[in-house]
């Protein structure tokens, strides 16, 4: 039998804090519009790729809230496209036609989202990475 890989400290305090979250729903969806808007912008200056934005969208959509709870349907629709565009960005090669009509639209969606709410982050500083970098340290 293999060693089962533990979690980080990190992943445990992310696990606990998104179910207790889910749970309680005790976080406004402004708030979690301004951490999605955050990883947007993060996403256009280069600072994470799209595979980690993609992460952060499903963890909003799927896990913290479901489609269904959330009430405003271009966060909604954002969030959705988020979550589905790095598959079709993967597979765009694959049925070339498709896989870039959805990547190019999924694409557009989410720009015109970023471009018509970033003002919600105007006077909110980014990520200090060298944080970031500290708390993935075990």
Not at 5 to 10: A, M, N, S
Not at 62 to 75: G, L, M, R, T, V
Not at 77 to 83: I, W
């Amino acid at each position: 039998m293999g060693k089962q890989k533990q979690d980080t400290p990190l992943e445990v305090f992310y696990r606990y804090l998104r179910d207790t979250i889910h749970i309680s729903k005790s976080i406004p969806e402004r708030d979690l519009k301004e951490v999605f808007l955050k990883a947007l912008r993060d996403y256009y200056d280069n600072d994470i790729d799209m595979g980690t934005l993609g992460v952060v969208a499903s963890q909003i959509f799927y896990a913290i809230k479901s489609p269904e709870e959330i009430i405003d349907d271009q966060f909604a629709d954002a969030l959705e496209a988020t979550s589905e565009i790095s598959f079709y960005y993967e597979a765009r090669n694959k049925n070339k036609f498709h896989n870039k009509r959805m990547y190019k639209g999924y694409a557009k969606k989410i720009k015109e989202y970023y471009e018509g709410n970033k003002k919600i982050l105007k006077n909110v500083p980014k990520v200090d990475k060298h944080l970031l970098n500290l708390l993935k340290k075990p």
